[in-house]
């Protein structure tokens, strides 16, 4: 068993460990040696505080909600408009920043194990819950100040959030890169549509 | 090596196989006898056509880009609207069937090892560039006969394979079945706004 609860900075760069080493090698070629590599700690260090390369990964994806909530606050623009453009412009990933594309991969391969893994499960719920409530919210807003039109807040956040975790398979994992220019624009003319004229 | 190319029903057999086991299993926890389990053949018997358990899902991918095709084929109703409709309606998959939800979630589980496999990349760049080449025929003969709106026939389908394809980490995944319900409405909602009124 592990020895004791990481403080929380040292969950937080453990956890910025997990990423780097999730970008790079993807989840089945993970190894703690390789997150150690990513790490200022050693093996030893990691099992100090986590019992299992798989515990390592719960850390991640529970500081990972955390993160993504901050960044998408961080994008609050002018109006609700501007702020639903922009949040779906961070969650399409892009194709240039080969980190941050090779991390969205590996959070499709953990999904793929949630069926199997009710530890993964549970907190990648946690993160698509959160990030649909938090587009919601933008919809939602939009509606109540007559900026949208009378959609329905969650179902219509679904469907954003829905073609922005398709271009993960389409752009990100198979490089179709015109998909993933077509995708940032589409989301974009999508929102127009929202918009009362 | 594999003593013999195997006659296409062979093929398509073992295909089968992989692809029940991919359903029940995942793609990590496969293994041949898994595969065999499946098959009318032993394990030595599929082995006597494919060398690994990769080589056989190479042989189940290149078969389901050929199945996909007929199935996508097999829905053409009357006129492009209508045809994109029920296309899209079987891209979305339901909860209710488990199998077809653990093929897409296992499909999304390859998906993730594309850009360390070329063997894989290849025949599912073929399998969803096959899959957007029959949206956009069908929204292009939609825009042709002047049913559709003039939108962009390959970035409109695009929009709605991704939309597709992110319902699978959302309800199938994590069992989200509210977002599974809204994607297929808003999917339809969407075909609504490219009609002419």
Known sequence: MASDVPPPETKAEIAGAVRDALAKHGYARLTTSKIA???DKSEAGLYYYYDSKDDMIVAFLETASDYLVRELEAVEAAGPE????AACDRLVVREENADDRGVDVAMMELLSHAPY??????RLLTLERTTLDHLA???????????FRDVEPRATATFLLAAARGSTPLSLALGMDEAGRDLHEQVQDYID????D
């Open 117 to 122: 893994d009710e530890e993964f499960r549970e």
């Open 137 to 147: 919210g933008i919809v939602a807003d939009g509606v109540e100040t007559g900026v």
């Open 37 to 39: 590599a990513e790490s």
């Open 82 to 85: 501007e702020t639903l453009r």
């Open 193 to 196: 549509s929202l918009v009362v």
